[in-house]
Nanobody
Framework: QVQLVESGGGLVQAGGSLRLSCATS????????MGWFRQAPGKEREFVAA????????YYGDSVKGRFTIARDNAKNTVYLQMNSLKPEDTAVYYC????????????????WGLGTQVTVSS
């Protein structure tokens, strides 16, 4: 059973940066594609970024392209989301997800999800 635990969220001013981490356990990270989603109050869950296990395929949501970077360290069983030039509209709970199928993950149908970490960007 794969378990995902996010960390690194917090309060930051607009224009600032945060790095989220997703620590995994209970599985071999290199077998899974990993991704990040977010959900703001009153809004639907939104795709943020995804990466396959050999890092050959990386995808970003349109709203974060050029500002966010997803990376993974398979040896440390950890996935990261570097968020730069943060905007108030980036405020949301950020969720880590994992699935063997990148296509399924990108659709929001990943088999494994973390509990989320809150990111708040003040103006």
């Amino acid at each position: 059973q794969v378990q995902l635990v996010e960390s690194g969220g917090g309060l930051v001013q607009a224009g600032g940066s945060l790095r989220l981490s997703c620590a995994t356990s209970g599985g071999i990270l290199s077998e899974y594609s990993m991704g990040w989603f977010r959900q703001a109050p009153g809004k639907e869950r939104e795709f943020v970024a995804a990466i396959n296990w050999i890092r050959s395929n990386i995808y970003y949501g349109d709203s974060v392209k050029g500002r966010f970077t997803i990376a993974r360290d398979n040896a440390k069983n950890t996935v990261y989301l570097q968020m730069n030039s943060l905007k108030p509209e980036d405020t949301a709970v950020y969720y880590c997800s994992a699935d063997r199928a990148l296509s399924r993950l990108r659709l929001g149908s990943a088999g494994y999800w973390g509990l989320g970490t809150q990111v708040t960007v003040s103006s």
